[in-house]
């Protein structure tokens, strides 16, 4: 394993992307000809170099990216210096720091969408796109986060998700709540999930898919930003912003959206855990003793500000008629088992009755037949003697007749 892979080893998926695009973009500055990453990065802490000098070309040449962005490259290479025992004095990231604090708010103009452009737009979307948006519009959740739950990771009976540690931003474990709308988004997805694996797998030519994908989300982030965009441009809100091409309304707007109206019902503090911002959530916590019944109390009293459909009420009437639905189904079912049961015993009984009138007739037609049975038994017995046989059984009857005479 070289350097490189060896560095990016240490972080999850998402710091491992961003970080790996930053350094890429650092060595194209040191060194534009065409050459491996990874050769450039050994190259790079072989030669004696001016850091300084290069990170300071590095940051100029970044300079009209978003500020998050051009940060996070920058620490990117600073991480990957200090990682190899190149550490640059204090006093000059404190420097490079105050020349970017002029770029320290987002230059892109994000659109939170209204409760009427949210349902528009998610049901433009495919089933996987409507389970997927409508849970982390209704939990607060990253879409990263999202992409990495297992089934196991949701109590559907209320309505709760465990975040685990290593799926987290901040690498803390966090509960956070969804409504019964993406519920019910969710079971459908689930039952039509091994389906969507199959079709996948038989499509997936160029880079195979493998049909044992236990996510709740089987697919890579480029496809679920790939039914975002393609949702967003049929509704007419694929604006760009002007200075940086981003789109304005993008999956991390249903964060602000989830803050701005669940904070309205409930303290910003309860909100903020729930999104998962790490000061917020330690305080939470540890305000709360028993924070799974607290924090369910609290984000159902607010849930109905995260419904973008149906209300909370027709959600529930909609459940309960689902649920009488199926009991009616159930009970048919029984009816119609019993139904059959109780033919069958019918035509079983018309079998015995006519297997016993035929028996009683059977019976009778022996019983007429049974003196010429006899008879002829009698007479072939008789056949086979001959005269001179039957003149002495014949005379030997008479003599017994006499003695019982006498």
Same mark, same amino acid.
């Given at each position: 394993?070289?350097?490189?892979?060896?560095?990016?080893?240490?972080?999850?998926?998402?710091?491992?992307?961003?970080?790996?695009?930053?350094?890429?973009?650092?060595?194209?500055?040191?060194?534009?000809?065409?050459?491996?990453?990874? &050769?450039?990065?050994?190259?790079?802490?072989?030669?004696?170099?001016?850091?300084?000098?290069?990170?300071?070309?590095?940051?100029?040449? %970044?300079?009209?990216?978003?500020?998050?962005?051009?940060?996070?490259?920058? !620490?990117?290479?600073?991480?990957?210096?200090?990682?190899?025992?190149?550490?640059?004095?204090?006093?000059?990231?404190?420097?490079?720091?105050?020349?970017?604090?002029?770029?320290?708010?987002?230059?892109?103009?994000?659109?939170?969408?209204?409760?009427?452009?949210?349902?528009?737009?998610?049901?433009?979307?495919?089933?996987?796109?409507?389970?997927?948006?409508? &849970?982390?519009?209704?939990?607060?959740?990253?879409?990263?986060?999202?992409?990495?739950?297992?089934?196991?990771?949701?109590?559907?009976?209320?309505?709760?998700?465990?975040?685990?540690?290593? %799926?987290?931003?901040?690498?803390?474990?966090?509960?956070?709540?969804?409504?019964?709308?993406?519920?019910?988004?969710?079971?459908?997805?689930?039952?039509?999930? +091994?389906?969507?694996?199959?079709?996948?797998?038989?499509?997936?030519?160029?880079?195979?898919?493998?049909?044992?994908?236990?996510?709740?989300?089987?697919?890579?982030?480029?496809?679920?930003?790939?039914?975002?965009? !393609?949702?967003?441009?049929?509704?007419?809100?694929?604006?760009?912003? +002007?200075? !940086? $091409?981003?789109?304005?309304?993008?999956?991390?707007?249903?964060?602000?959206?989830?803050?701005?109206?669940?904070?309205?019902?409930?303290?910003?503090?309860?909100?903020?855990?729930?999104?998962?911002?790490?000061?917020? &959530?330690?305080?939470?916590?540890?305000?709360?003793?028993? +924070?799974?019944? !607290?924090?369910?109390?609290?984000?159902?009293?607010?849930?109905?500000?995260?419904? %973008?459909?149906?209300?909370?009420?027709?959600?529930?009437?909609?459940?309960?008629?689902?649920?009488?639905?199926?009991?009616?189904?159930?009970?048919?079912?029984?009816?119609?088992?019993?139904?059959? $049961?109780?033919?069958?015993?019918?035509?079983?009984?018309?079998?015995?009755?006519?297997?016993?009138?035929?028996?009683?007739?059977?019976?009778?037609?022996?019983?007429?037949?049974?003196?010429?049975?006899?008879?002829?038994?009698?007479?072939?017995? %008789?056949?086979?003697?001959?005269?001179?046989?039957?003149?002495?059984?014949?005379?030997?009857?008479?003599?017994?007749?006499? $003695?019982?005479?006498?």
């Amino acid at each position: 394993m070289g350097k490189l892979e060896r560095f990016l080893s240490q972080f999850g998926k998402n710091t491992c992307r961003s970080y790996k695009l930053g350094l890429n973009k650092f060595f194209q500055t040191v060194d534009p000809q065409p050459s491996p990453l990874t &050769l450039k990065a050994e190259n790079y802490l072989n030669e004696k170099r001016d850091y300084e000098g290069d990170i300071l070309n590095f940051n100029q040449s %970044i300079a009209n990216l978003p500020p998050k962005s051009s940060g996070l490259y920058i !620490t990117a290479v600073k991480m990957f210096l200090m990682e190899y025992g190149i550490e640059l004095p204090n006093g000059f990231w404190k420097k490079l720091q105050r020349r970017r604090k002029g770029r320290s708010k987002a230059l892109t103009l994000d659109k939170v969408l209204s409760k009427v452009e949210l349902k528009k737009l998610i049901d433009l979307m495919p089933l996987n796109g409507k389970a997927l948006y409508s &849970l982390m519009l209704s939990s607060g959740m990253r879409i990263g986060e999202a992409l990495e739950l297992m089934p196991s990771d949701i109590d559907f009976e209320n309505r709760m998700i465990k975040l685990r540690a290593e %799926i987290t931003k901040t690498h803390e474990p966090r509960i956070t709540f969804f409504t019964e709308e993406a519920k019910n988004y969710v079971l459908d997805w689930m039952r039509y999930k +091994p389906e969507y694996m199959k079709k996948a797998v038989a499509r997936s030519a160029r880079y195979p898919k493998k049909l044992e994908d236990d996510r709740l989300f089987p697919f890579v982030p480029q496809v679920a930003y790939q039914i975002w965009k !393609t949702a967003l441009s049929k509704t007419g809100n694929g604006e760009r912003d +002007p200075t !940086t $091409k981003r789109l304005r309304v993008h999956p991390h707007t249903l964060r602000k959206y989830f803050r701005a109206m669940l904070s309205t019902v409930i303290s910003v503090d309860v909100v903020e855990a729930l999104m998962g911002h790490s000061g917020y &959530l330690t305080e939470v916590y540890r305000k709360y003793p028993d +924070p799974e019944k !607290t924090l369910k109390e609290l984000y159902q009293s607010g849930e109905h500000t995260l419904i %973008i459909g149906e209300t909370l009420d027709q959600i529930r009437m909609k459940t309960l008629e689902e649920q009488l639905r199926e009991k009616s189904l159930i009970i048919e079912a029984l009816k119609t088992r019993e139904k059959g $049961k109780e033919e069958e015993i019918q035509t079983l009984k018309a079998q015995l009755q006519a297997l016993q009138s035929q028996q009683n007739t059977l019976s009778l037609m022996m019983e007429e037949a049974k003196p010429y049975i006899d008879r002829a038994k009698m007479v072939a017995v %008789i056949d086979a003697l001959g005269p001179e046989a039957i003149d002495k059984l014949t005379d030997e009857i008479l003599q017994r007749i006499e $003695k019982k005479k006498k």
